[in-house]
């Protein structure tokens, strides 16, 4: 059985650098490609960030630049990394996995875990 847990979320000041982590199980983790997405009240779920397998990332143009994502496979474990956080990042952020990022939407989804951002 997949199991994604997420941590690290909470209330944050703007400009604030919190680290979200995603310990994963039941899954050949470094086999898997990883991500994180978030969705915000009334608005759509959006890919914040991915790591193929191979460590290979990408993100989205409204966090390029202040966000991480990295991974460790020996703890079977995905990181975000958020820097300079604005209120608008304020959201629900969910991990992900799937053995194929083309398909990374329709894997494997984590509870998610809140992060708001605000004074």
């Known amino acids: 059985q997949v199991q994604l847990v997420e941590s690290g979320g909470g209330l944050v000041q703007p400009g604030g650098s919190p680290r979200l982590s995603c310990a994963a199980s039941?899954?050949?983790?470094?086999?898997?490609?990883m991500g994180w997405y978030r969705q915000a009240p009334g608005k759509q779920r959006e890919l914040v960030a991915h790591i193929t397998s191979g460590g290979l990332t990408h993100y989205a143009d409204s966090v390029k630049g202040r966000f991480t994502i990295s991974r460790d496979n020996a703890k079977n474990t995905v990181y975000l990394q958020m820097n300079s956080l604005k209120p608008e990042d304020t959201a629900v952020y969910y991990c992900?996995?799937?053995?194929?990022?083309?398909?990374?939407?329709?894997?494997?989804w984590g509870q998610g875990t809140q992060v708001t951002v605000s004074s």
């Open positions: 039941g899954i050949s983790f470094s086999d898997n490609a």
């Open positions: 992900v996995a799937a053995r194929n990022i083309a398909t990374l939407g329709f894997g494997s």
